[in-house]
């Protein structure tokens, strides 16, 4: 991934550490902050010196957000299925089409957009640009209720007749799947570290609550089916985290990290779900209740096998590179 490798140093292994932390105290923020990177990433990929001075530069001039614009209602997992199309009209692309699920949407300064630019080629008809919120046709949906991760401002975005200059566009035309794909290499450490900072608050909740509460005469910790649990939750958050650190330690060297990052994706998204599951367990009757804070942990968790590439997709992705690209699993 040469190309791709316009960040120095540890970027992704420190980020990986800070976003645990925030993850732990939040997941939710955690994610409305990590998709400026998201944002970011197809510009860090393939944009020119004049997008990522303008764009880029905002995010660190001032507290403001942007918003990944992929998914759309027929086309989540199958990123080749993005219908919204960008047509020529001479130094301009008119955009069309309708976005959903998209977070940070109603506090975004600009938009990632991927969009068809060529209905005959699948994904090689796909291109992305880079779009001002204030521009005329953009329209936002409502804020979406969701089962957890309530503080995320998810929405729907539709562009009609939305007129972008030729300078906006990231990359070659055609190019824009390739970007996508490497823009979600290049994150999925950060949502994976997420899964492994919400699940060690579940498991630190769990421990605390187990210590506490007594029952038959000692501490929920000295009977051994609740011991067994705690057991399970922080060896699985150990190898979640460690996997995450691979997947963000091949980045900061320069290589490819497709199957580390979907390794860490898939184990460490599936491994949360199961330690707040757990960790509702520990907590009996008093977990289904929401005055306890593992009901939320466990309303948070759910999405995390889902957005940013769903757990099913990272298993197909890893059988892939197993098979085709097998010298990338030699130590």
């Known amino acids: 991934m040469p190309e791709s490798r316009i960040l120095t140093g540890e970027v992704y292994s420190d980020s990986v550490l800070i976003n645990e932390e925030i993850a732990y105290g939040c ?23 004049h997008q990522k001075n303008k764009y880029l530069g905002r995010l660190v001039e001032a507290p403001i957000q942007a918003a990944y614009c992929v998914t759309e209602p027929n086309a989540g997992s199958d990123v080749a299925a993005v219908r919204t199309s960008a047509a020529k009209k001479g130094n301009n692309y008119v955009l069309n089409g309708t976005k959903m699920w998209i977070t940070n949407a109603g506090r975004a300064n600009w938009f990632f ?7 005959e080629q ?41 007129v972008i200059p030729e300078a906006n566009r990231i990359g070659a035309e055609g190019s824009g799947f390739k ?55 922080a060896s699985s958050i150990e190898m979640s985290r460690l996997i995450t650190y691979k997947s963000a330690h091949e980045i900061d060297r320069g290589r ?24 509702i367990q520990v907590f009996g009757g008093m977990g289904f209740s929401t005055e306890a804070p593992v009901e939320k942990l466990y309303r948070d968790a759910r999405i995390l096998s889902i957005y940013g590439g769903t757990s099913q997709i990272q298993r197909l992705i890893i059988a892939r590179e197993a098979i085709h690209n097998p010298s990338t699993l030699t130590p």
């Open 27 to 49: 997941s939710g923020m955690q994610i409305a902050f990590e998709i400026n990177s998201l944002s970011s990433m197809p510009l860090i990929i393939a944009g020119n010196e």
């Open 122 to 162: 699948g994904h090689r008809g796909l291109t992305g640009f880079v779009v001002d919120a204030d521009t005329p046709g953009i329209t936002l949906g409502k804020k979406e209720i969701n089962l957890g991760q309530r503080c995320s401002d998810t929405r729907s975005v539709t562009f009609e007749d939305v």
């Open 256 to 279: 490819r990290n497709t199957i580390w990052a979907s390794m860490a994706k898939c184990m460490a998204a599936d491994n949360c779900n199961k330690v707040c599951y757990d960790a």
């Open 179 to 233: 970007v996508v794909m490497g823009a979600f290499d290049n994150t999925r450490p950060a949502v994976s570290i997420a899964a492994v900072g919400l699940a060690r608050r579940a498991m630190d909740e769990a421990i605390k609550y187990a210590t506490e509460r007594k029952s038959m005469g000692k501490s929920l910790t000295e009977h051994q089916a609740i011991a067994f649990l705690i057991a399970d939750m």
């Open 113 to 119: 957009v991927l969009a068809r630019t060529n209905a």
